[in-house]
T-cell receptor
Framework: ETGVTQTPRHLVMGMTNKKSLKCEQH?????MYWYKQSAKKPLELMFV???????ENNSVPSRFSPECPNSSHLFLHLHTLQPEDSALYLC?????????????FGPGTRLLVL | AQSVAQPEDQVNVAEGNPLTVKCTYS??????LFWYVQYPNRGLQFLLK??????LVKGSYGFEAEFNKSQTSFHLKKPSALVSDSALYFC???????????FGTGTRLKVLA
């Protein structure tokens, strides 16, 4: 285990639903990340939070809304998603967002949008 | 623009033989290079990284990687492959002054018994 947990592990939702993904890290880190992993494509960085402040939004559609209430928790709120949003969503954390820092990943939430 | 290329979708190697998983990169400035491994139904796990110093970096599970600046490569190697090394391997680069990791598309390693 890497010290980063994600819930739920699997999620099926309709295009009109609202759901949230949760990530929690037990490593005392100050930076947290959301990634999207689709088949045959590189991991796509979605959001970066450093000391609870959002420092990167990688042109992500507004139907994805992140929330970072404290350094240990990160949420991804989902609403009116599209089938092409089906993917594995990975959360990661690092000591801070410095370039040398190693990221520690959670197991991911596999999302299916019908 | 920053980019990472993993030219092989899949690498097959017999158990006990040496393995190489290739990675080349393009980045402005001095790169910070990483290798991660992903087992089925798991997140990515860190293997090793190059920040500065010795071009040969040793990491977890007997893996190592060699930074070659002239060839802009950071190939992952292991002298003797194990069946349990079978997984998906990702190379990643970060450029100074950015928060972004750029990942390759991944290479599936299959070690045959």
């Amino acid at each position: 285990e890497t010290g980063v947990t994600q819930t739920p592990r699997h999620l099926v939702m309709g295009m009109t639903n609202k759901k949230s993904l949760k990530c929690e890290q037990h490593l005392g880190h100050n930076a947290m990340y959301w990634y999207k992993q689709s088949a045959k494509k590189p991991l796509e960085l979605m959001f970066v939070y450093n000391f609870k402040e959002q420092t990167e939004n990688n042109s992500v559609p507004s139907r994805f809304s992140p929330e970072c209430p404290n350094s240990s928790h990160l949420f991804l709120h989902l609403h009116t998603l599209q089938p092409e949003d089906s993917a594995l969503y990975l959360c990661a954390s690092s000591q801070d967002a410095g370039v040398q820092e190693t990221q520690y990943f959670g197991p991911g939430t596999r999302l299916l949008v019908l | 623009a920053q980019s990472v290329a993993q030219p092989e979708d899949q690498v097959n190697v017999a158990e006990g033989n040496p393995l190489t998983v290739k990675c080349t990169y393009s980045v402005s400035g001095n790169p910070y290079l990483f290798w991660y491994v992903q087992y089925p139904n798991r997140g990515l796990q860190f293997l090793l990284k190059y920040i500065t110093g010795d071009n040969l970096v040793k990491g977890s599970y007997g893996f190592e990687a060699e930074f070659n600046k002239s060839q802009t490569s950071f190939h992952l190697k292991k002298p003797s492959a194990l069946v349990s090394d079978s997984a998906l391997y990702f190379c990643a680069v970060r450029a100074p002054g950015t928060y972004k990791y750029i990942f390759g598309t991944g290479t599936r390693l299959k070690v045959l018994a």
